[in-house]
């Protein structure tokens, strides 16, 4: 089985900063994209941002500026540098991978979800 386990979220004031990461372990043979997504309370679940294994990256025009995707291939493990913190950034924020356990067999897989509180 693999797992993604995210950490680093928690409670913040307007204008800080946090970094969460997101470890996948288990089974792996190789990971494609990984991505970050947040569930605001009453709110849909929308994409954050996403790397892909070649290291593109995208971001929701609503962070662009302000956080940054990166990855450790070695560690299987993504990061979310989050500054300029905002109250509107206030969410459940869960990691996303594409994981391959073999040549051909993947899986999309996604963390429990880390909860970050910006204070205004």
């Known amino acids: 089985q693999v797992h993604l386990v995210e950490s680093g979220g928690g409670l913040v004031q307007a204008g800080g900063s946090l970094r969460l990461s997101c470890a996948a372990s288990?089974?792996?043979?190789?990971?494609?994209?990984m991505g970050w997504s947040r569930q605001a309370p009453g709110k849909q679940r929308e994409l954050v941002a996403v790397i892909t294994s070649g290291v593109g990256t995208n971001y929701a025009d609503s962070v662009k500026g302000r956080f940054t995707i990166s990855r450790d291939n070695a560690k299987n493990t993504v990061y979310l540098q989050m500054n300029s913190l905002e109250p509107d950034d206030t969410a459940v924020y869960y990691c996303n991978a594409d994981v391959y356990y073999s040549v051909h067999d993947a899986m999309s897989l996604w963390g429990k979800g880390t909860l970050v509180t910006v204070s205004s």
């Open positions: 288990g089974s792996i043979f190789s990971i494609n994209a």
